[in-house]
C-alpha cells in the first residue's frame, strides 16, 4: 500500500515534519527532537 497524505497519521502542533530515507540518520532526527523538547522545557513551554 503506497502512503498518501489521506492514510498518513499526524502528530503534534507545530508545522514541521520529518521524515527519513534511511535509519541510518535516526539519531539525528531523536537528537533534534530531545533538543527541541529540553528548549520548550527551558522556556516554560511558551512557543
Partial sequence: MKA???NLARW???DLE????S?????N???LVHQ?????????GQA
Fill in 4 to 6: 498518501t497524505e489521506a
Fill in 12 to 14: 503534534g502542533n507545530s
Fill in 18 to 21: 520529518v521524515s527519513l530515507n
Fill in 23 to 27: 535509519l541510518d540518520v535516526l539519531p
Fill in 29 to 31: 532526527i531523536t537528537d
Fill in 36 to 44: 527541541s523538547y529540553e528548549r520548550q522545557m527551558v522556556d516554560g
